[in-house]
């Protein structure tokens, strides 16, 4: 709508320039005080229409716009704009033009014009009432639409922009997918302001963000309210509809439903309705709308707000969905609904919520039900037990709930988790918040006292209520600890052979874990027990499961070589355990030995030396040449006697730790037990972890049966149904059937942690990790097939496969018919998978499979199969590494630093020297060392991880013997794909 120009207008009022020419314009405007300078100017629309009515009055010439309106667009309408041309703006332009409401609507709302239209608009309602929507709607774009609501609302624009001709009977029904209803005007529609009053409510139509773009409901003051987008607005005119017209649906829904447009169900349309929300991103499809009101999840309480009356008497319309959909409270009005479209907190992005936020939003509801389902309340402290690791499905059997339910509650506060997904701690504690529980996560320790309580066994309670009278001095237990290569195990040798009473008879003859001998101290005769397993790591595994079984710590240290990492970290986990050391300083026959060099070194750690004037005893030995082992055994002796109360009782039943245990092919399970406590005898019910039994027989590390064993006495047990795990504690049972049972529901348990812990045992996509994990080197397979010939078949072709060595295929039941849960049950126990040719599973042995992680797989074709098995096994091949070469260093300049020893000054001459690299030292072409690790790699003074060719670097290899010229080459295993 360009302003004409002075010549622009005479040309069109005079074409033939005659009678009207710029000039007389010109003079014409100036008497009217309007100043124009030039006939090239322009001049205000308003001027140019006066200028043009007063010409054509004067030529008589009235229709001379038309056929320039095309030009003048902007001029052009106006005229006409009061009678046919208002209408279209907004009404009529579906009509005409499709095209014409949008200049319409943008020019009308600025326009003062659009007034004085306004009225006229609902002349041509009367034959739009009803039916007017829907032509709209037909004609409608998105873009059509979006300028509708822009217009909306402004207070101005509801005459004009309601373009009330447009659409008085209220909305067309869109098609909006997402629309929570978009029907057809109901009878009666038009109620109260169904005259264009507001008829340039925003047309339900296809906005994908809008809550509700129905039509206006029967009953329902009809009229779409042009304001409705606007919250806020839109409450307030109730007023108009009398008697609460523009109230909420009859159902009470007349709220909006954020939601429930996208659910389609015919809810409150935003726009149109008074209470209508703006849409949100929370209205999204895909966002959740916990937290807001008006979300599904809070439906009970938007069903309160949406009570027919209380819409009515807000006229918010805003009012509770229906359905249990929450929206605003109706009693609030036009603001309330607002609210309720955004919820409290407004849309801000739900992500972003911390837990403890959404939580209090979430308590604020007082909804009987939570996400629309129905969950057993809480008091707030009704404490429930869970064991660590539990699931959905756990928390629901002991509250009695559906699992179902509480992921949804779950699900509602902010955390996904499926049903037999195993929770932390944190997401139990603010689900038992929300639903009113104390959730406790027990520990497996409380789990098993907790046990063994409800069998009438409380092991605490019986060391506590031991009389000191009943209690008798016991043998030290020791277990030995130090760096790679310091001596450990040749000590250890070295002991054994010491033992006074088995020296004629050659010594003890077989390792069982752990075994004792005898000492003269002075006049006696004394017994010390020693684990045999050497190695802190070990020693921490026992801790790990519980068992405290060391007395002493014998750390052994090198003379030759000094305090090394593992001699630290021994003697961490000995000071952590709280277990008094003794040191072995071994190998003082070797050349280059300095003992005093160690006594100095472990100062530093808080070892000190008794004659440094500490309580630390060193003891110079070597074990390779068995020199002074007994001086060793001695001080462990007077280390005991000095720290510790090495007492027990052995007068009651025996309670002590697997030290170790293994499947003996002749003999069944094996388990070396150490007694702590009581006296173990032949016959006794015993359960050690979750193998029970009654003690068949006993031996010594001698090979020799024995009757009993008293505390601190390891003893080699026969008779369990299986096999335990080191660390296992044990103890003797009132009777079999205690036994058993404390076996069974132990193994439960365990069975259930190791289920949340890893979903999958064994399927034939994670054999390679299982294996790498070194869980299985064996794949157990289950066959079952449509008839026995299938199955043998498959049988034969899966055996023939070719893996080599290192993995084993193994089929531990093959069968015809469906998979049932008995064959679950055993892939459940041997971590086998389900291969099923031609069948499927029984009812229920699926879900049973799942809960269980077991993998089933179903072929129709043997070659499927066939291939499927072979692949897992090829990647189930153990990795094969190469050494790979790095790079290479020489040796410039040999620094000496007390702290890190020799430290190689070198340039790196080809590659580069990663810092933890394999390396080997190189003189004149000979491997001085060929074991060597990059222990520290500076640059400068600063710590680097690598360093590349051609720069110089700091190199400490933990060697001495390095020299100028040396060549440090440098490697790493790296896995070799196989074929
Ligand atoms: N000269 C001498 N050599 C010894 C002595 N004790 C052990 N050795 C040697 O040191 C090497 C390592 O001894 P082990 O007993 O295997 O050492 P370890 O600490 O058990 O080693 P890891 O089992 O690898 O942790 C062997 O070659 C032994 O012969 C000793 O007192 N004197």
């Not at 895909?286 to 009356?309: F, I």
Request: aromatic fraction near 4%; hydrophobic fraction near 30%; proline fraction near 10%.
């Amino acid at each position: 709508m360009a302003k004409p120009r002075v010549h622009e207008l005479a040309k069109e009022l005079d074409p033939t320039g005659k009678k009207i020419t710029s000039k007389v314009i010109l003079a014409w405007l100036k008497d009217q005080g309007e100043f124009v300078k030039a006939a090239s100017s322009t001049v205000e629309p308003p001027v140019a229409r006066r200028v043009r009515e007063h010409f054509a009055a004067q030529s008589g010439e009235s229709k001379t716009p038309k056929p320039t309106a095309p030009k003048g667009a902007g001029s052009a309408p106006k005229p006409a704009a009061p009678k046919p041309t208002g209408p279209k703006p907004s009404g009529a332009a579906p009509k005409p033009a499709p095209d014409a409401p949008k200049p319409a609507a943008t020019s009308a709302a600025p326009t003062p014009k659009q007034t004085s239209s306004a009225p006229k608009p609902a002349a041509p309602k009367p034959a739009h009432p009803a039916p007017g929507p829907r032509p709209a709607h037909p004609t409608s774009t998105p873009g059509a639409e979006g300028t509708a609501h822009l217009a909306a609302p402004t207070p101005g624009p509801r005459p004009s922009a309601p373009t009330p001709g447009p659409r008085p009977g209220g909305p067309r029904p869109g098609n909006n997918p997402y629309a929570t209803s978009q029907g057809m005007p109901r009878p009666g529609g038009s109620r109260g302001r169904g005259k264009g009053g507001r008829s340039g409510g925003p047309r339900p139509g296809n906005n994908p963000y809008a809550t509700s773009q129905g039509m206006p409901r029967p009953g329902g003051s009809g009229g779409p309210r042009p304001q409705g987008g606007r919250p806020g607005q839109g409450g307030p005119r109730p007023g108009p509809r009398p008697g609460g017209s523009g109230g909420p649906r009859p159902g009470g829904s007349g709220g909006p439903r954020p939601q429930g447009a996208r659910s389609g169900q015919g809810g409150p349309r935003p726009g149109p309705r008074s209470g209508g929300p703006r849409p949100n991103p929370g209205m999204m499809p895909g966002r959740s709308s916990v937290g807001r009101p008006g979300a599904p999840s809070r439906g009970g309480q938007g069903g309160r707000g949406g009570r027919p009356g209380s819409g009515g008497r807000g006229g918010s319309g805003g009012g509770g969905p229906r359905g249990g959909f929450g929206g605003p409270r109706g009693g609030r009005g036009g603001r309330g609904s607002t609210q309720g479209a955004f919820g409290r907190g407004g849309g801000a992005p739900r992500g972003r919520k911390s837990r403890r936020a959404k939580r209090q939003e979430f308590e604020q509801q007082s909804a009987p039900t939570i996400g629309g389902v129905v969950v057993p309340r809480g008091d707030g402290s009704t404490p429930v037990r869970v064991r660590q690791g539990a699931t959905l499905t756990d928390l629901a059997e002991k509250i009695n709930a559906n699992p179902a339910a509480l992921v949804t509650v779950l699900f509602h506060l902010g955390e996904m988790a499926t049903a037999t997904q195993s929770l932390d701690e944190d997401t139990f504690a603010l689900l038992g918040a929300e639903l009113g529980y104390d959730v406790q996560i027990v520990s497996p320790e409380d789990e098993d006292r907790e046990l063994l309580e409800s069998f009438d066994i409380d092991l605490e309670a019986e060391e506590a209520g031991e009389d000191d009278a009943e209690l008798l001095p016991r043998p030290p237990v020791v277990t030995v600890m130090g760096h790679v290569d310091h001596g450990k195990t040749k000590l250890l040798d070295a002991i054994r052979s010491t033992d006074v009473v088995a020296g004629e008879a050659g010594g003890i003859t077989q390792s069982i874990g752990a075994y004792q001998v005898r000492v003269h101290l002075g006049d006696e005769t004394r017994p010390i027990t020693f684990i045999d397993t050497p190695g802190h790591e070990a020693f921490t595994a026992m801790r790990a499961r519980g068992a405290e079984v060391t007395d002493i710590a014998i750390l052994v240290v090198a003379a030759d070589d000094g305090v090394m990492p593992q001699t630290v970290e021994a003697l961490n986990h000995a000071q952590a355990a709280g277990v008094p050391i003794v040191v072995a300083v071994n190998k003082i026959d070797k050349e280059g030995a300095n003992p005093e060099k160690i006594r100095g070194q472990l100062t530093e750690y808080g070892l000190v030396p008794e004659e440094y004037g500490g309580d630390t005893m060193f003891v110079d030995i070597s074990a390779k040449q068995r020199t002074n082992i007994d001086g060793l055994l001695e001080a462990v002796l007077l280390t005991a006697d000095a720290a510790l109360d090495l007492r027990a009782n052995p007068n009651t039943d025996a309670r002590g730790v697997t030290v170790e245990a293994k499947l003996d092919r002749g003999r069944g399970a094996v388990a070396t037990v150490l007694v702590q406590r009581g006296t173990l005898h032949v016959g006794d019910p015993i359960v050690a972890g979750s193998a029970y039994g009654r003690v068949r027989a006993m031996f010594d590390e001698y090979g020799n049966p024995l009757e009993e064993a008293g505390p601190a006495r390891p003893a080699q047990v026969l008779g369990l149904t299986n096999v335990p795990s080191a660390g296992d504690s044990f103890i003797v049972a009132p009777d079999d059937r205690t036994a058993r049972q404390i076996a069974d529901r132990r193994e439960a348990a365990g069975r259930a942690a190791e289920l949340a812990k890893r979903r999958k045992r064994v399927s034939l996509e994670n054999l390679t990790d299982v294996l790498k994990e070194g869980k299985v080197d064996t794949l157990n397979l289950i066959l079952k097939g449509d008839s026995s010939g299938a199955v043998e078949a498959l049988e034969d072709s899966l055996l023939k496969i070719d893996v080599g060595d290192e993995v084993a295929l193994r089929v531990i039941h093959r069968g015809v018919g469906a998979v049932t849960q008995n064959d679950v049950n055993l892939a459940t126990v041997d971590s086998a998978v389900i291969i099923g040719f031609n069948v499927r599973p029984a009812v229920r042995v699926a879900e049973l499979a799942d809960r269980e992680g077991v993998d089933m797989k179903f072929y129709t074709v043997i070659y499927n199969a066939i291939e499927d098995v072979e692949a897992a096994l090829k990647g189930m091949l153990k990795p094969v590494y190469e050494e790979v070469e790095l790079g290479t260093a020489e040796i410039r300049q040999v620094f000496h630093s007390s702290k890190f020893g020799s430290i190689a000054g070198s340039i790196v001459r080809s590659g580069v020297i990663k810092r933890g690299a394999k390396a080997r030292l190189v003189r004149d072409g000979v491997v001085v060392n060929g074991d060597l690790t990059v222990e520290t790699l500076r640059r400068e003074k600063d710590d680097v991880t690598e360093v590349r060719e051609g720069y110089e670097c700091g190199i400490n290899l933990s060697f001495r013997d390095i020299a100028e010229g040396d060549v440090i080459e440098t490697w790493e295993m790296r896995e070799k794909p196989r074929d």
